[in-house]
Structures are given as structure tokens and as C-alpha cells.
């Protein structure tokens, strides 16, 4: 735990590179055991068993959110009263079942993610930095560990309740559970409800784990995705101070930097495209859901985990909007630097070609997309979660 407090600071502004930006998803993945490098054949035997211990909890907590669901459902059909207690469920399960897609995703496709890392880590500590670079990295690292910090907060706000929930019983002998899962025996019975308030508890902490890991790391990617577009856009702007020679060179490797980013893009919408559609959809039902949930919930502990739970949701997937609009955005800001680069003085009839069409491609925005239904941007996040949340409330006073 004190490794991802440090992570969340800069310790110092004149040694930030690519580690600065994945220190903090890695250091949460050890808190559930959980790593992207696999041991190298000539790894002692200790270490080959250490990590298929860590590969085994991690698939142990696969099986335990995958029985979380059943209980979550069995409740529903089981013990619900009637169809609104029911409907209480539905954020725990849809939650569930996208901690579940997470954790697959991140552990199928765990290679993947970890090339990507090193290779855009090559392609971040490879450069010479002059100091406007520092200077940009340095404020796009300042502002990604910013946004960091609140994103721990919110998720933390949610186990606040939980904790809460313990100390009441401890002290008042307060009974209530906020996450809804059937047991096979009285879970309000003085006898087994520290086992049921134990057991909701351990899986909450556990769900907070896997979010903040598998959300940083890909909110991490998208950070640096974004950060290098915009050096690229002022690498562009510097090239017209090189010779002809040097500036023929450095045009050909930045054109292979763009395209390497470009490439990158379309890797992470591979991997995580699925949840995008996940988040976009199923995360405006559960705002509405948990909205309408607050207005209806009976018990502080409950009110208190609700508003804290819709809070999360509604930050997370605005984090994730506001990434992907950067993404877009730096993207298509490389125009302005080829542009600013002086082409004018070029004499190079080929290299005034390459330019144009980097000008061109660089005209339409990198988006990353919900599997091709929806761009992820700021703009769809105001148009599609507004919008259902003024229709809630406004059916919220008819229900009333």
C-alpha cells in the first residue's frame, strides 16, 4: 500500500519518464498479486513458483466474483420481496460481471498490454529530451498522477461505508448489509452475520483492487498514447532548425513515430474495446439504476453506499471520456506542427509530399471507440449520461 501512495508523487521533476507513468497501475496490481512479466527460462525455481502462485490467487479471485454473481442473482429470484427490492441487485451484478470481464481480459491478454508497455517505454526513455519536452512530459505526468489521486479517493469513498458498517456493529451491534447476496442460512443472525459482514466486506476491498488496477493501467496508456502525439507535434515544429541532410532523417523516423502511435491506438482498441461498449452502455443503466436506488435506499450505511457508488461510476467513466478526448485530440494537433515546421523553405519536393500527407491522415482524429458504436469523447459522455439522468429524475417525481 505505501509503494502506490509514492507512486502517486513526483519525487523528482528532472528524472520523469515512461516508469513515472506506470509505477502506479503495477504497484496496484501487486496488491492483488498480479504480474505482467513472466519469468525468463533461466528464472530460479523459486521464481518460476512464486509468480504460478500469484497466477493461481488471481484466478482463485476469478472463481470467487464469478460465485459473487450467482449469490448476487440467487438473492434476486430468492429473497427479493417484490420487483423494486430486485432491481436493488442490478448495479452489484452488472459491476460484477465487469470486474469478471476485467480481470479475463487483463489475464488473457496480459502479454499484450505488457508489450505495448515496453514498447511505448522504449519508444519514451529512447529520445534525447530537450527541455520543452521535459517540460511537457513533466505537466502530463503532473496531470495524470492528479487525476490518479482523485480517481483513489472516489474508489476509496466506496469501502468508506463498509468500514463504517464494521464499526457500528462492533460498537452499537448495528445489523445491516448494503451488497445484497444470499446465503444459505440467516445472514441478520447474530451468530452468522459477522461471517455475511466479513465475507461482503473482503469481496468489496477486493473489487476496489481490481478496478483501480485494471482502470490505471488503461487510463495509463491512454496518458502516455496521448503525451506522445503531442511531443511528436513538437518534434514536427522543431524540424525546420535541422540541415537538409538531418532534417531528411529525423522526417523519417518521426514518420515512423506516427505510425507507431498509430498502431498503438489500434492495439489498445483491440484489447480493451469490449469493455469500452461495457462501460458505455451498461455504466449509463447503472447510473440511472443507483440514481433512482438513492432515492428509494432505507438505512444511512446503505444511502451512504449508493452515492459513493454512483459517484465512482460516474468519475470513472468520465476519466475515461476525458483520456480518449486527449488521445483524439493530440492526434490531430500533429497538423499544426507539421505546419509550424517551416515546410516552406523546403526544397525537397518528396519531403513536401511525406509532410502533406501527415497533414492529411493527421486531419482526422485517433479515436478510441466502444467497439465502433460510439466514440469515446467528451462529447458522447455529456450527450449520453446527462441526458439519461435528467430522464431518471424526471421519471423518479412520476414514480413518486
Request: with cysteine.
Amino acid at each position: 500500500m505505501a509503494a502506490v501512495l509514492k507512486s502517486l508523487f513526483i519525487e523528482d521533476e528532472n528524472e520523469v519518464n515512461f516508469d513515472s507513468f506506470i509505477n502506479f497501475p503495477i504497484s496496484c496490481f501487486k496488491l492483488i498479486f498480479f504480474s505482467f512479466v513472466r519469468p525468463e527460462r533461466s528464472a530460479s525455481i523459486r521464481e518460476k513458483l512464486f509468480y504460478n502462485i500469484r497466477l493461481t490467487y488471481f484466478r482463485v479471485l476469478m472463481v470467487l466474483f464469478v460465485l459473487c454473481l450467482a449469490l448476487i442473482i440467487a438473492y434476486a429470484v430468492i429473497e427479493a420481496e417484490d420487483f423494486v427490492n430486485a432491481t436493488m441487485v442490478i448495479p452489484d451484478a452488472a459491476t460484477t460481471i465487469l470486474i469478471i470481464m476485467k480481470s479475463f481480459i487483463t489475464y488473457w491478454r496480459r502479454d499484450e498490454i505488457w508489450e505495448i508497455c515496453e514498447e511505448l517505454g522504449i519508444l519514451s526513455n529512447g529520445r534525447s529530451a530537450t527541455d520543452i519536452t521535459k517540460y511537457g512530459i513533466a505537466n502530463h505526468l503532473k496531470e495524470y498522477l492528479r487525476g490518479m489521486r482523485i480517481f483513489t479517493v472516489m474508489y476509496a469513498s466506496v469501502f468508506g461505508p463498509f468500514v463504517l458498517q464494521i464499526i457500528a456493529y462492533l460498537i452499537y451491534g448495528k445489523r445491516e448489509l448494503m451488497v445484497k447476496y444470499w446465503f444459505p442460512f440467516d445472514e441478520y443472525d447474530p451468530g452468522n452475520y459477522p461471517f455475511a459482514l466479513l465475507f461482503s466486506a473482503v469481496m468489496n476491498w477486493n473489487y476496489i483492487t481490481f478496478f483501480v488496477s485494471t482502470d490505471s493501467m488503461m487510463y495509463t496508456l491512454m496518458t502516455v498514447l496521448a503525451m506522445e502525439f503531442d511531443i511528436l507535434r513538437i518534434d514536427f515544429m522543431n524540424l525546420g532548425a535541422s540541415d537538409v541532410v538531418e532534417m531528411k532523417e529525423k522526417m523519417k523516423n518521426l514518420i515512423k513515430h506516427h505510425l507507431r502511435l498509430l498502431n498503438y491506438a489500434d492495439k489498445l482498441q483491440e484489447i480493451y474495446g469490449v469493455l469500452l461498449l461495457y462501460d458505455f452502455v451498461i455504466g449509463s443503466m447503472m447510473i440511472c439504476v443507483l440514481a433512482f436506488q438513492f432515492l428509494i435506499a432505507k438505512g444511512l450505511f446503505t444511502s451512504v453506499y449508493i452515492a459513493s457508488y454512483l459517484s465512482v461510476i460516474f468519475c470513472r467513466i468520465f476519466f475515461l471520456c476525458y483520456k480518449g478526448q486527449k488521445v483524439a485530440d493530440n492526434s490531430s494537433e500533429i497538423v499544426q506542427g507539421v505546419y509550424f515546421s517551416g515546410w516552406e523553405n523546403f526544397t525537397d519536393i518528396k519531403l513536401n509530399k511525406q509532410m502533406l500527407l501527415i497533414m492529411i491522415r493527421s486531419q482526422r482524429p485517433k479515436f478510441l471507440t466502444a467497439l465502433g458504436f460510439a466514440d469515446v469523447s467528451l462529447e458522447n459522455f455529456s450527450k449520453c449520461k446527462l441526458t439519461r439522468i435528467k430522464n431518471l429524475l424526471n421519471k423518479s417525481a412520476d414514480y413518486y
